[in-house]
């Protein structure tokens, strides 16, 4: 199957990266779940913006203190300066963020940011973003979905990417041929043991990007959120999110006393959660938002309260138990300010990329953001680039390349080694994860 642009991924880094392609260009979606299955759809608290001019250098030394100053600083200003524009896309594309009663944008405040700059559809924000972009998408002839399609490896020929091949839900090896291939994978939750990610998610960006040797960055920093409701029974962690404390939720011990200041960076906060784990040997501690009023709550965060209540807890009257959690690769394929990557013709956006954006630490809610302003960029450079009416097949080294399927008959051992090279990496520089890896 042959196409202008081949993108590995369906959360907003992905699909956003599709709708700003040119329209006269053949895309091709490939997702290795249902469409929804990614980390996007999952996230409640909210997406940053950038409040005007005269909350550029804020936001930028907001980002910088919650990374430990080990952002790129190019980067941070980049995302500062076209974090408005993005934004406006999706306001003009309809997603229903939270408005007053003059229609107005309402913000929220998250961990580390010193003022409220998050846009907010309830606590589940990237699930209406994420319904938003597939709206978008359906009015574009030129992009064909494929779900439930798994990639095993990147096609690569005269020092260019060529494409992906992959299987499909019946095993049948799937060859997609392209000028242009984007890496949006998203991240590795599916490689721990307890993670607030999607489980299908394993890092395959990294384990394509290792294989060809294409760069990597900073695989070992790995974010653990710091309230995740807890429960033994499931590996895929159920999120609360951090916009709860922005709106005033605390932290307690089991003695009900505050221990932490609940909006320091995530990392300190995680730390400060396990250190009192330890201290008491429980393995919970207490988030408290009954001194919220309960219509707030099961209005502002009814996504959360109706899980809650599923799980046998009161949000608005109980203390519920929570413990820190995998949750995001601050690390990744290594790209440049336009999403390349060190393979010609091959981007990478999203959490699987490696722009420099975050440092040690995420700060909470840019993930969404990164991927937009990445993923518009990407989509920039290859409509720039990208050599428009010149057929495919027979033309330059990608035309000719040439894949010997019977070599990926044994598709678990491909997978397997795929997920042992994710893990071998990140061991390499975090052994002390190597009980939270699903290493067997």
Known sequence: MNYDVIICGSGIAGIYTALNINSNLKVAIITNDKLESCNTYLAQGGITTVRGLEDRESFIEDTLYAGGNENDLETVRLIADEADENIKKLVSMGVPFNRDDNGNLLYTREAAHSKRRILYSNDQTGKYIFLTLIEEMKKRENIEIFSEVE?????????????????????????????????????????????TNRR???????????????GISNVGAIQFHPTAFYDPESERRFLISESLRGEGAKLRDLEGNRFVDELLPRDVVAASIEAKKKETGSPYVYLDATELKGDFLKIRFKGIYENLMKKGYDLAKDLIPVTTSQHYFMGGVTVDMDGKTSLDGLYA????????????NRLASNSLLEGLVFGNRVANDINKTIIKNESFVGNGSCGRAKLKIENYIDIEKIKEENRRVVIDEILKVREDLKDELSVN
């Not at 990294?206 to 060809?212: D, G, V, Y």
């Not at 956006?349 to 040690?360: K, S, V, Y």
């Open 151 to 195: 990639i095993l490896d990147l096609i690569v020929s005269g020092g260019e990417s060529c494409g992906v091949l992959g299987h499909d839900k019946d095993k049948k090896i799937l060859r997609f041929l392209g000028k242009k291939v984007v890496l949006a994978t998203g991240g590795i939750g599916g490689l721990f043991k307890n993670s």
């Open 200 to 214: 299908n998610l394993k890092g395959i960006g990294i384990a394509l990007s290792k294989k060809h040797g294409v």
């Open 349 to 360: 956006c999203g959490e699987i990329a490696f722009t420099g954006l975050h440092g040690r």
